[in-house]
């Protein structure tokens, strides 16, 4: 197997709040290989726009601080850069993509001065030059009439439109890894459609890696070839994406997938629920984090944290279920809806 | 560029309204207050009032002065005789005194912005430190101390203890410094709060992070992406600003012994020189409308959402 | 389904007027949130609508509410009309319809406590005081599933599935039979949702509860409703039981919106073909003459773009409940049909 482009280990990331420290991201480690579509699946405060913050150095400090960890990009530590070498990797060979295409645009510069800036910078195009790129890269995305567009202001075009434009702009320096942090949340289903296909059709055509930051699994089942999903801080499970819905290991993946309405499925009566909700991330508990809300918690899960280890080629969880499994065969977890109790 | 020509004829609309509006409540006022503009400490022979009188066409039935001195300045702008300076027009008056007092203005004016905007900035960027400490504590100086309290103290400081500029008198570059110095110190302090609330309100809007995950540098991010938006209310608040700096250069006016408007607007009003005072009114009147008219044309251009109505 | 609907909305408009542009030209124009709909709503019966922003699905309930004011158009609670009532009149029924909020935290006064919150209607309707007002506000606290600890805490102690929990017991307390809820859980982190789903289900089979449910997320949607109308530019393009529609979804764009929806399996998710329609919703600004989706749909024929197509069964299938408004799909018929609001009453 080829060396990843990104592999990152053991990154520690804290803020200091007004009622105490958080430990946003506490030890996440994956690799992120070449052309690869990584998803990261987590609900709030699970640290996992945190953590792609971290990589790009763009974590306000502060509050904020990266305690530990490194992210090679082939090779070179983005944790040990300084902000100059670091300006020299946002946008040029990590581009990034943000939530809600409404805010994340600046109001009060055309859609073409807001897309030059990054070639300009990056790869010091003349402005003709750059207004070409931008013009090729806005119909890349499916703008049709770029160059008149290029003189429109953000508030001119659609969420959809707008969300083009944001991939257009982090993509205009063809940079190795894309960064989206919830790209379709703020946008209606049938327009998340038309971006997600956009997105995988450009990762064909072009063998950009992406790291999709998600909270919806239906996305992730979509586009993904690998999944992370992160619980308090932390990556509970790593599978690809055909293993983690077919056969979820950890009991948290587990409860998400149980706890989904399907569109797909004859509803039953009730949802099974996960109970409880997530710890207070002022106050995380020792052990496993999801002791409190988890079917089939033992003893030692409230003293011993469980560390993420492989549990077959490829595939890893941290649970300590996966520990005992095969040589006491304490309580499996198997996808089986029986042994696990409703909400 | 419709819009504009649109909104300028609106405007001017709106103002001609004003100025009508303006002109009559004065005109109204000012010879329903008791006394005239001849019954001062020295009385004035009955026979001489009277000549006076039909001079300035004082005799006439109130109705048709109001007309024909709203004729006289519509047909030919001229507002008329100062009743007290005698031999000058009120025009002249206006022409030898708004220059220095606009002068005196901009100076200040362009010293507040110039002080301001970069100590906002600094302060917003560097939030917490001891320069954002020390800046925000001489604003609320600034904004605290009265204008001719500051005269004094500068005075004292730069004219007797280290004599670098002269303490009054109007013609020279020097001159105009301690002026305008004072004039714009709060207007400064004003302009300073409200870059730095402005920078700090526009630094947490998530496309300042987009700029920063393109790979700009923190100075262009500032200057390109942040700046622009916090201007927005430093803008708005230059309208009212200039208005309270040509206003307010009178105690100044008088402290620098300098030959603005400033004495004129007082002397007119208390020695009921209708003309005269008509006439400031009236000018200040245009030039609060220009200068309301420029903000909003500055916002429209620095906002593209915004439209002009 | 033989009584008196408890809910009934017959020929509802919500337009609202603007204008825009020049100085001697202003622009005028109308904004068509709800254009012309009906649907009616059982006991017990939980109705969703669907849709995408803007689509008119909450500006829907807040006209019920009484919170817009309807252009034109009928509302009836328990059969009787009340979009014409005075405000004094209105009072009494402003008790059988309550609405739930999606963002909780937004519609809770952040200087008064859980307790004072959810006894603040039983108050304004007199209800309740003293000691009952204290006893029924430990009742609701309890038949939401939140401690009776939490009495005296701040809503920004609570998470935010505790505060969704907060704002239905405040919506109970004055015993209404109708709760609208608006996008109820969208606000909420995916483990959340499940909670709130479960105890609206619960609530609902307790005190025989009806729900208008308002959601983009057609997958819950289909997991609470009976029946499921589909919104789009204002307009109600279909109309059926939930299984019926997410089986066989008779118009275009309830179809290209189920193909639109990801599901959370990537074996499913490879299998299905999805409908993407052309371009985005347009501007409800303008009027259409014929079907609001005609520019985007496949289907498309000429009359669609003439004559606005009504609900109408899909031919060969006439005592089903699933209508839709397509010409092409369910084409011509001499008589005109009854609409939605005829057929039960």
Not at chain 1, 133 to 155: C, K, Q, T
Not at chain 3, 136 to 164: A, C, I, K, M, T
Not at chain 3, 171 to 188: G, I
Not at chain 3, 225 to 251: F, Q, W
Request: hydrophobic letters at 45%; one cysteine or more.
């Amino acid at each position: 197997m080829n060396p990843p482009l990104l592999s990152v280990e053991d990154l520690h990331v804290s803020f200091q709040t007004d009622e105490g420290l958080v430990e946003a991201v506490r030890g996440v480690s994956f690799d992120l290989g070449q052309g690869e579509t990584l998803g990261i699946v987590g609900e709030s405060g699970s640290g996992k726009s945190v953590t792609n913050l971290a990589l790009m150095g763009l974590i306000p400090r502060p509050p904020g601080r990266i305690d530990r960890g490194s992210a090679k990009l082939a090779g070179r530590d983005l944790i040990q850069m300084s902000q100059k070498e670091l300006m020299d990797v946002r946008g040029r060979r990590i581009g990034m993509i943000f939530q809600d295409p409404m805010t994340a645009l600046n109001p009060l510069m055309t859609v073409g001065q807001q897309l030059t800036e990054v070639t300009r910078r990056h790869f010091g195009l003349s402005r003709a030059a750059a207004q070409t790129r931008a013009a090729e890269m806005l119909e890349m995305v499916g703008i049709s009439a770029p160059e008149s567009r290029l003189r429109d202001y953000p508030h001119q075009f659609s969420g959809g439109m707008r969300q083009r434009v944001m991939i257009a702009m982090a993509l205009s320096c063809e940079p190795e890894i894309l960064i989206a942090d919830e790209p379709t949340t703020a946008l209606d289903v049938t327009i998340q459609a038309q971006i997600l296909e956009l997105l995988g059709d450009l990762q064909r055509r072009r063998g950009t890696s992406i790291i999709l930051v998600t909270h919806d699994l239906g996305v992730v089942a979509g586009i993904c070839d690998r999944v992370l999903v992160m619980y308090a801080g932390r990556v509970v499970e790593q599978a690809t994406v055909t293993e983690l819905f077919a056969s979820p290991r950890h009991p948290y993946t587990l409860g998400l997938l149980r706890s989904l309405p399907r569109l797909d499925r004859d509803h039953s009566l009730r949802l099974e629920a996960i109970p409880g909700q997530p710890p207070d991330m002022t106050r995380v508990p020792a052990g496993c984090s999801f002791r409190a809300r988890c079917p089939v918690a033992l003893a030692r899960c409230a003293d011993d944290t469980p560390p993420l280890r492989e549990v077959a080629t490829g595939r890893s969880s941290a649970c300590w279920h996966d520990d005992a499994r095969q040589p006491a065969g304490v309580a499996s977890i198997s996808p089986d809806p029986s042994p696990v109790a409703g909400g | 560029m419709r819009n504009l020509v649109g909104y300028l004829i609106r405007r001017v609309g709106w103002m001609l309204l004003t100025l009508w509006i303006v002109y009559t409540v004065s005109f109204v006022l000012m010879r329903s207050v008791p006394g005239n503009p001849f019954s001062s400490e020295r009385t004035v022979p009955a026979a001489i009032e009277r000549q006076l009188r039909a001079r300035y066409n004082l005799d006439a039935p109130v109705h048709r002065q109001y007309f024909d001195i709203g004729w006289g300045i519509v047909s030919r702008g001229d507002l008329g005789w100062s009743l007290r300076l005698e031999d000058y027009s009120v025009n002249q008056v206006l022409a030898e005194g708004f220059p220095v007092s606009a002068s005196l203005a901009i100076f200040g004016l362009v010293f507040a912005i110039g002080l301001g905007i970069p100590a906002g900035i600094i302060s917003a960027v560097r939030r917490g430190s001891f320069a954002d400490l020390s800046m925000m504590t001489a604003a609320v100086l600034g904004i605290a101390v009265p204008n001719f309290v500051l005269a004094s103290i500068v005075i004292l400081l730069f004219v007797f203890i280290l004599p670098i500029f002269p303490a009054a008198g109007w013609g020279t570059l020097q001159q105009l410094v301690l002026p305008a110095f004072c004039l714009g110190a709060p207007v400064a302090a004003y302009i300073a709060r409200l870059t730095r609330a402005g920078m700090l309100e526009v630094l947490t809007r998530e496309h300042v992070r987009t700029a920063m995950a393109k790979g700009l540098s923190p100075q262009a991010v500032v200057l390109k992406h942040v700046l622009p938006g916090a201007m927005l209310p430093v803008v708005s608040y230059l309208g009212p600003a200039t208005a309270g700096v040509l206003t307010g250069s009178l105690v100044l006016e008088k402290i620098f012994a300098i030959p603005g408007m400033g004495s004129h607007f007082i002397n007119a009003a208390l020695q009921r020189d209708y003309f005269l005072a008509m006439g400031m009114v009236l000018t200040y009147t245009v030039l609060l409308f220009v200068m309301n008219s420029i903000v909003d044309i500055s916002y429209a251009v620095i906002d593209p959402r915004v439209k002009l109505q | 389904m033989s009584q008196t609907p408890i809910l009934q909305v017959r020929h509802l408009q919500v337009h609202f007027p603007f204008s825009s542009g020049g100085f001697l030209r202003p622009v005028r124009g109308l904004i068509r949130a709800v254009d012309d709909i009906s649907f009616e709503i059982a006991e017990g019966e939980t109705l969703g609508l669907v849709g995408e922003s803007g689509c008119g699905k909450s500006t829907t309930a807040r006209a019920i509410v009484g919170l817009v004011k309807p252009t034109a158009g009928d509302i009836l609670l328990e059969g009787q009309r009340i979009s014409d009532l005075s405000e004094r009149a209105m009072l009494p029924h402003r008790r059988v319809v309550q609405m739930v909020f999606q963002d909780p935290f937004a519609s809770l006064n952040p200087r008064m406590t859980i307790g004072s919150i959810i006894g603040e209607p039983l108050r304004v309707h007199g209800l309740a005081r003293g000691r009952d007002l204290q006893l029924e506000v430990l009742r609701l606290l309890d038949l939401v599933g939140l401690n009776p600890r939490f009495l005296n805490r701040y809503p920004h102690e609570f998470s935010g599935g505790q505060r969704q929990r907060i704002g239905i017991a405040r919506a109970l307390a004055v015993q209404p039979k109708v709760l609208l809820c608006d996008e109820p859980v969208s606000a909420l982190d995916v483990s959340i949702q499940a909670q709130i789903i479960n105890l609206l289900m619960d609530l609902q089979q307790q005190l025989g509860l009806s729900y208008l449910f308002i959601a983009h997320d057609l997958a819950v949607v289909r997991h609470i409703a009976d029946r499921v109308g589909v919104m789009y530019l204002g307009r109600i393009v279909e109309m059926a039981a939930a299984a019926e529609l997410y089986d066989h979804p008779l118009h275009p764009y309830t179809e290209a919106l189920m193909s639109a929806v990801p599901i959370p399996d990537p074996v499913e998710s490879a299998k299905r073909s999805r409908i993407v329609l052309k371009g985005e919703v347009p501007s409800p600004d303008r009027e259409y003459p014929g079907c609001a989706l005609a520019d985007r749909c496949w289907l498309v024929e000429d009359r669609c773009r003439v004559d606005r197509p009504t609900l109408r069964n899909a031919v060969g299938r006439e005592e089903s409940a699933q209508q839709a408004a397509c010409w092409v799909r369910c084409g011509e018929r001499g008589d005109s049909l009854q609409d939605a609001t005829g057929a039960d009453s």
